[in-house]
């Protein structure tokens, strides 16, 4: 057995040139010395230092080495370390086997006979050492074998040929249900269906030094248990480590079904969105030319009839023309909504600065009003120039028209940094709402003003809600009647 560990050797003499020649005779690589003059002292040593051998002088002022080995030996930590008695006076039978008494392993005679105390010393550091790596690893054993009897998982030696657990730890208990003993004395493959018996025998006479593999157990109550299992081959043995997955590969069946539900769902939202389109078209089509033949027909015949029939007849093509006019407008709001949740999303970096000032300029040439606009620097973001450049227009469009009947409009513009995203915003000093609808504002066909006060289809806000969804961001929104409101959207930084 090689020994690797420093050996220390604790000299007891009160006379220190004694302790100087010990010294010198057993010096060896590998070892350590400690010395004490007295009894006391080398107490003090031998209970604060872990001391492999003690050499003990018998005669001693104050307290002898006899008195110093009873309480050595009478002391947990030191009463297994060997003592060697050294004496030149005692030398008669009576005085050796008092030594013997008191716990010593040796009795040396001085002077000292330096080939017999060498190779007395040697002899016994060895066996303390020795034992000491015993303890050691018997300690190290106790250990492991308390971390594997304690461990959740099956940890195991099993004959691959008979499939009969050698030894096991105590998680078969928790997860199969059988006894070690009971599972000792079983073969394995008794506990699985046919199919994984094959599997086990092929991978019995697999070359393989590593198997991994899932199988179905069934439990000492009948109940099923999926078991992950980790095999290493050695010495024509199955080190096993298995562990209990039951629980897991439910969660995955249940997300298998899920997932397959899914699938369903989105061919029918796939179905759905061919039929949107199919119907998108139709109303594009279908829709849009008896619309034009009512509003031709209805002008020519306006214009026929004008200075020849009366006030009620012409009033009531108006409203047919103005009527066909707004179901257009309705139609072109619908097919662009629809068309926007099929668009691709090209990000590029926008100057929001930039575009809000070109969109507001084509608004100021159309709107008759006079605006005072406080537009703030606005941080540049990642998005479609196109698809935002339609969320402002909504935007702004809005708050001018809902500002319309006042004296002064005012329209502010910003926006903030916010954590992971960029909150703009629009605010005005229009008609307002009541908070208490606000839920309403962002569906479609929703209006929180009669279409008398404010003219419009209701699709304007649900198109800002549907392109901001579609950048990742969030819409809503803030207002008091007749104070006003103020619109927000995000865009993620």
Do not use: C
């Amino acid at each position: 057995m090689a020994l690797s560990r420093i050996a220390t050797l604790l000299i007891v003499d009160d006379i220190p040139a004694n302790i100087v020649a010990l010294e010198n005779l057993l010096q060896k690589e590998g070892r350590n010395f400690l010395n004490a003059s007295s009894g006391n002292e080398a107490l003090k040593v031998a209970f604060s230092a872990s001391v492999d051998l003690i050499i003990l002088d018998v005669q001693m002022a104050g307290m002898d080495g006899f008195e110093v080995a009873q309480l050595l030996k009478s002391n947990k930590k030191t009463r297994d370390i060997p003592i060697i008695f050294a004496s030149a006076v005692n030398r008669e039978h009576l005085s050796m086997l008092k030594g013997y008494e008191e716990g010593a392993v040796d009795y040396l005679l001085k002077p000292l006979d330096p080939d017999i105390t060498k190779a007395k010393v040697s002899i016994l550091l060895q066996n303390q050492l020795q034992k000491k790596e015993l303890m050691d690893k018997n300690a190290s054993l106790e250990k492991s074998a308390l971390l594997i009897n304690n461990s959740t998982d099956i940890i195991g030696v099993m004959d691959p040929v008979s499939f009969v657990f050698e030894e096991v730890n105590n998680a078969v208990v928790s997860i199969l249900g059988f006894t070690r003993e009971e599972m000792k004395a079983m073969e394995v493959t008794d506990l699985v269906g046919e199919g994984d018996k094959k599997l086990f025998m092929s991978l019995s006479a697999s070359k393989e030094e590593r198997l991994s593999f899932e199988m179905e157990f069934k439990t000492k109550e009948g109940e099923k248990r999926y078991l992950q299992w980790h095999v290493t081959a050695k010495d024509q043995k199955w080190f096993v480590y298995a562990r209990d997955i039951t629980l897991q590969k439910r969660a995955d069946d249940k997300i298998m079904v899920l997932n397959t539900s899914l699938q369903e769902n989105l061919n029918k939202l796939e179905l759905t969105n061919r039929e949107l389109e199919s119907f998108s078209y139709s109303v594009s089509h279908d829709l849009r030319a008896p619309l034009r033949s009512i509003t031709g027909y209805s002008g020519m015949l306006q214009e026929e009839l004008e200075g020849k029939a009366d006030e009620r007849i012409l009033k009531l093509l108006g409203t047919v023309q103005r009527n066909a006019k707004k179901m257009g407008e309705l139609i072109d709001d619908l097919l662009e909504f629809s068309r926007l949740g099929r668009q691709e999303i090209r990000k590029a970096e926008v100057n929001m600065d930039q575009l809000v000032a070109n969109i507001m300029d084509e608004l100021q040439a159309s709107f008759p009003h006079k605006i005072t606009l406080i537009q703030k620097t606005l941080i540049k973001a990642k998005a479609d120039r196109s698809l935002v450049g339609q969320v402002w227009a909504n935007l702004l469009s809005n708050a001018l028209k809902y500002s319309s009947k006042k004296e002064t409009i005012e329209v502010e513009i910003g926006s903030d940094r916010v954590k992971d995203e960029i909150v703009y915003y629009v605010k005005d000093n229009g008609a307002g709402f009541d908070m208490k609808y606000s839920y309403k504002l962002f569906d479609v066909f929703q209006r929180l003003h009669h279409s008398d006060e404010f003219e419009g289809t209701g699709i304007g806000l649900a198109i800002v809600q549907r392109i901001v969804n579609r950048h990742g961001g969030r819409v809503w929104a803030e207002g008091e009647p007749e104070l006003g409101a103020k619109f927000y959207f995000t865009l993620p930084l």
